[in-house]
């Protein structure tokens, strides 16, 4: 059978491998992160930033009611009465 020692040394050097690898692997998700978050912050260049959302019900504005119209009135100043 093999002795204690080597079976410690065989250890320490699984281990150590496998701390090697690990840290190799958490430098490497650092830096993935570190350049989705500079590619998240760059400036945004108009066209290539796509905008979701939009209006839940757009056929809405199509015709305008009461209030908005006496609102749109009332800017176009053909509410004076003077």
Same mark, same amino acid.
């Given at each position: 059978?093999?002795?204690?020692? +080597?079976?410690?040394?065989?250890?320490?050097?699984? @281990?150590?491998?496998? *701390?090697? &690898?690990?840290?190799?692997?958490?430098?490497?998700?650092?830096? !993935?992160?570190?350049?989705?978050? +500079?590619? !998240? &912050?760059?400036?945004?260049?108009?066209?290539?930033?796509? @905008?979701?959302?939009? &209006?839940?019900?757009?056929?809405? *504005?199509?015709?305008?009611?009461? !209030?908005? +119209?006496?609102?749109? &009135?009332?800017? +176009?100043?053909?509410?004076?009465? !003077?």
């Amino acid at each position: 059978m093999a002795s204690e020692e +080597l079976t410690k040394n065989i250890a320490y050097i699984i @281990l150590a491998v496998l *701390f090697l &690898a690990m840290i190799r692997v958490i430098y490497q998700r650092a830096g !993935d992160n570190r350049q989705a978050m +500079l590619e !998240d &912050a760059a400036p945004k260049i108009a066209g290539e930033d796509e @905008l979701g959302g939009g &209006a839940k019900n757009p056929d809405q *504005f199509n015709e305008p009611d009461e !209030d908005a +119209l006496e609102e749109m &009135a009332e800017l +176009l100043g053909e509410n004076d009465e !003077d």
